[in-house]
């Protein structure tokens, strides 16, 4: 009988092949070797170190490159029609927390034409035009731009902040997002993390603030000083939640966020040991299950919402893959039997 971890093992290993180079890139050795065969004593580990291994740089840069090639055709069509934009990458890969085959990246579109200011910052040059019409426009030039150009490839325009754009020439999947720049008190002191966004939504039509170079930003002090250990554990829950044999209704924004509140010291004991790591994890999401007080006090790491909210994580979610991750767990440590 088929064992669940055996299905995920499996999956990681197809997640791991690369049909552009018809090989499998593996970085941990011991579950290179075992592709022809499935070794439960050994397995559990193995997946965990090999989840937590980062996404070899050539993967990451065919990711960028295929994002370059987007901006490349949107750049022109703005052009054409004089207006004036520039481009940022957000998402996983932009933090390197991406896992192979669940990592499109996102590429913001960005009006030059007009910025937000938040208080107390005042605008010294009022807008006189409408900013979600000019949005609106934005969107709508670039769906017929991309469905011009890719004509192979399928551009959904479903989704009301990202119109998302795979297959035929591309090889990776990206979401392209219109917005206008959103300036703060921060900023305008001279950090440039604190710079914000303006997403355009359709479905008011609204913006939406968002600061996801503040998160990066973020993401990237806690990893260093917990010596590598985010990083790992963002990758390894991101991978469980991808394996599992039943569907688990929480983003991977979300499971960033979730791990970004793991006890730094904790992590920075443990960055060495991928087990201890994984099992600190464990212990901390079922505290939050435990405890409704702390888990309403957390905010993802930006600040902009709470983590446990209406369109953020909830306890089913949450429930559900810390199953996930518990089975992976307890396998490993029966595998070391260290616990």
């Known amino acids: 009988m088929t064992t669940q971890l055996e299905n995920r093992v499996k999956r990681l290993r197809l997640r ?8 499998i890139t593996f970085i941990k050795e011991a579950l290179a070797k075992s592709v022809g065969k499935f070794d439960k004593s050994q397995d ?38 004089n207006i004036n934009v520039s481009f940022r990458n957000q998402g996983s890969v932009t933090n390197n927390t991406h896992i192979r085959f669940f990592s499109d990246i996102d590429l913001l579109v960005i009006t030059e034409h007009f910025v937000t200011v938040i208080a107390p910052l005042q605008a010294t040059n009022p807008y006189n035009g409408n900013p979600i019409q000019d949005l609106l426009a934005l969107r709508k030039l670039i769906e017929t731009r991309l469905k011009s150009s890719y004509y192979e490839a399928n551009v959904d325009i479903s989704g009301t902040k990202a119109i998302r754009i795979s297959g035929g020439s ?13 300036h703060t008190k921060q900023f305008a002191a001279g950090d440039e993390n604190h710079i914000g966004v303006m997403v355009l939504d ?21 990893d260093n000083a917990t010596f590598g250990a985010l990083r790992k554990i963002i990758r390894f829950v991101k991978s469980a939640k991808y394996d599992a044999d039943c569907e688990i209704n929480v983003s991977s924004y979300d499971i960033a966020s ?7 010291d904790v992590l920075a004991y443990r960055y060495s ?4 790591i994984a099992s600190a994890w464990l212990d901390f999401s079922e505290k939050l299950l435990s405890d409704s007080h702390f888990r309403s006090s957390l905010h993802v790491p930006n600040s902009t919402r709470l983590l446990f909210c209406s369109n953020g994580l909830d306890v089913n979610g949450l429930k559900t893959l810390n ?11 029966n595998t070391r039997n260290i616990f």
């Open 258 to 264: 979730l791990c970004y509140h793991l006890d730094t």
């Open 16 to 23: 791991k092949s690369d049909p552009e180079r018809s090989s």
């Open 323 to 333: 199953s996930e991750v518990a089975s992976i767990i307890n396998q490993a440590k």
């Open 44 to 81: 559990a580990m193995d997946y965990i170190s090999e989840a937590m291994t980062a996404v070899d740089q050539a993967y990451t840069k065919k990711t960028f490159e295929e994002s370059d090639r987007v901006q490349k055709q949107i750049a022109e069509a703005c052009t054409a029609n």
């Open 170 to 182: 591309l090889k990776r999947e990206i979401d392209i997002i219109p917005a206008n720049w959103c």
């Open 273 to 276: 040991d991928d087990l201890l």
């Open 202 to 222: 359709t479905s008011g039509p609204n913006r939406v603030k968002n600061f996801p170079f503040l998160h990066n930003q973020e993401i990237d002090s806690k």
